[in-house]
Nanobody, 124 residues
Framework: QVQLVESGGGLVQAGGSLKISCTAS????????MGWFRQAPGKEREFVAA????????RYVDSVKGRFTISRDNAKNTVYLVMNSLKPEDTAGYYC?????????????????WGQGTQVTVSS
């Protein structure tokens, strides 16, 4: 099993930036495809970004392309999401997830392990 803990969320003004992290314990992160998802109140969980085990293949939802960057440091067992040009509609709980398969999926149910989430609030 792997345990995931997110950190770095907070309140930021529109146009600002934030970097959130997800640190894994229990197993080495290099064995997993990693994803970031978000969920706003009253809405379904939404795919944001995902990165392959080695970091050479990345996917983003269209709404964050050019603004968000996912990366990983397997030596530190950590995945990052740098969020620039934040908009109020980016406000949500952000969750990292791990998938033991090799498929970089956008589907939440493909991911076996989840963190508890970190709140990102963007004020207008």
């Amino acid at each position: 099993q792997v345990q995931l803990v997110e950190s770095g969320g907070g309140l930021v003004q529109a146009g600002g930036s934030l970097k959130i992290s997800c640190t894994a314990s229990g197993r080495t992160l290099s064995s997993y495809v990693m994803g970031w998802f978000r969920q706003a109140p009253g809405k379904e969980r939404e795919f944001v970004a995902a990165i392959s085990r080695s970091g050479d293949y990345i996917r983003y939802v269209d709404s964050v392309k050019g603004r968000f960057t996912i990366s990983r440091d397997n030596a530190k067992n950590t995945v990052y999401l740098v969020m620039n040009s934040l908009k109020p509609e980016d406000t949500a709980g952000y969750y990292c997830a791990a998938d033991f398969s090799s498929v970089v999926s956008t589907i939440p149910t493909r991911y076996e392990y989840w963190g508890q989430g970190t709140q990102v609030t963007v004020s207008s």
